[in-house]
């Protein structure tokens, strides 16, 4: 499990905005340790609140219908990014 969950996060990650925003601010402040420290910090704590609102959630709704209303929230967000409504 823990092999899958990192493929697939490495390669969603690349390349999206947190990736981005992590090379505008190391140019900006040219302290890469530190921007590499707050990024590793935020991206640990906004996945320990997945994981444990996703145990919650799980405990509540089924496994299966929560997999199709988290496809149908990431194409309604695609959506309204190719719209540019985000």
Known sequence: MFAATFAALFLAELGDKTQLAVITL????????SVFL?????LALV??????????LTTIIPEGIL???A??????????MWLEVL
């Open 67 to 69: 997999r199709k209303l």
């Open 38 to 42: 707050g990024a590793t910090a935020a």
């Open 26 to 33: 190391t140019g900006k402040h040219q302290s890469p340790l």
């Open 47 to 56: 996945t320990l609140i997945g994981v444990v609102f996703g145990q919650a």
């Open 71 to 80: 496809s149908a929230l990431f194409i309604f967000l695609g959506i309204l």
